[in-house]
T-cell receptor, first 113, second 112 residues
Framework: AQSVTQLGSHVSVSEGALVLLRCNYS??????LFWYVQYPNQGLQLLLK??????LVKGINGFEAEFKKSETSFHLTKPSAHMSDAAEYFC???????????FGPGTSLSVIP | IAGITQAPTSQILAAGRRMTLRCTQD?????MYWYRQDLGLGLRLIHY???????GKGEVPDGYSVSRANTDDFPLTLASAVPSQTSVYFC???????????FGSGTRLTVV
C-alpha cells in the first residue's frame, strides 16, 4: 500500500524567502514521486518527478525536490518565493498498480509581499 | 493544443438525475483516470483505464461508471446523482508508469 502525508495544510512565506513544502511517503515498492501545482480554478500541473535516477530533481519555475530514501521524504524547495508561486501544491506517489498515483492532501502556499 | 478537454465546465444537477461527464485527450496516452477533489480530502481516484477496452475501480467508485471504447475518450457517468457527489471532477491521462499525469481543467458539479 502507498500513502502520502504533507506536513502543513497552509504555508506562508515572504516574497524572496525560501519555500519549503514537506512530503513524506510510504511505499512497499520503489516509488515514483511527483509534485503537482494547482492554481485557482485550474487542473493540476506537473512540477517535477522522481523516477529512480538522480535524487535531486529540478522542475519548472525554479522548484526542486530531493528524494531521501532513509527519511522517506521528498520535500519541495525554491530558493526565492515569487508572488506567482501562490497556489496549492500536491505531493504524489506511484509505482504500485499500473501508474495509479496516490495524492497527498495538499499544501496551500501564500506569498506575502 | 495537445491536452485533455473536459465538458461541461460546471453543472448544477437535480438529485436523481443521470449525468455524463466527458473527457477527451489528443495525446494518445494509454492510461486515463477520473479523480474527484473535495476540500480537506484532496484528490481521490474514482475509476481508471489502463488501455482502451479495460477499466478498473479506484478508491471511491460507488455511484459512478466509466467506459473506454477508444483511446481518446473516457466518459464518467453518474447513474442517479446524490448530493454527496457534489465535487470538482478531474480527468487525467498518462503515457506510462512514472511519467506523470496530464490533467484536464475540471468539471464543477453541484447536486441539489
Amino acid at each position: 500500500a502507498q500513502s502520502v502525508t504533507q506536513l502543513g495544510s497552509h504555508v506562508s512565506v515572504s516574497e524572496g524567502a525560501l519555500v519549503l513544502l514537506r512530503c513524506n511517503y510510504s511505499s512497499s515498492v520503489p516509488p515514483y514521486l511527483f509534485w503537482y501545482v494547482q492554481y485557482p480554478n485550474q487542473g493540476l500541473q506537473l512540477l517535477l518527478k522522481y523516477t529512480s535516477a538522480a535524487t535531486l530533481v529540478k522542475g519548472i519555475n525554479g522548484f526542486e525536490a530531493e528524494f531521501k530514501k532513509s527519511e522517506t521524504s521528498f520535500h519541495l524547495t525554491k530558493p526565492s518565493a515569487h508572488m506567482s508561486d501562490a497556489a496549492e501544491y500536491f505531493c504524489a506517489v506511484g509505482g504500485g498498480s499500473y501508474d495509479k498515483v496516490i495524492f497527498g492532501p495538499g499544501t496551500s502556499l501564500s506569498v506575502i509581499p | 493544443i495537445a491536452g485533455i478537454t473536459q465538458a461541461p465546465t460546471s453543472q448544477i444537477l437535480a438529485a436523481g438525475r443521470r449525468m455524463t461527464l466527458r473527457c477527451t485527450q489528443d495525446m494518445r496516452h494509454n492510461a486515463m483516470y477520473w479523480y474527484r477533489q473535495d476540500l480537506g480530502l484532496g484528490l481521490r481516484l474514482i475509476h481508471y483505464s489502463n488501455t482502451a477496452g479495460t477499466t478498473g475501480k479506484g478508491e471511491v467508485p460507488d455511484g459512478y461508471s466509466v467506459s473506454r471504447a477508444n483511446t481518446d475518450d473516457f466518459p464518467l457517468t453518474l447513474a442517479s446523482a446524490v448530493p454527496s457527489q457534489t465535487s470538482v471532477y478531474f480527468c487525467a491521462s498518462s503515457p506510462g508508469q512514472g511519467l506523470g499525469y496530464t490533467f484536464g481543467s475540471g468539471t464543477r458539479l453541484t447536486v441539489v
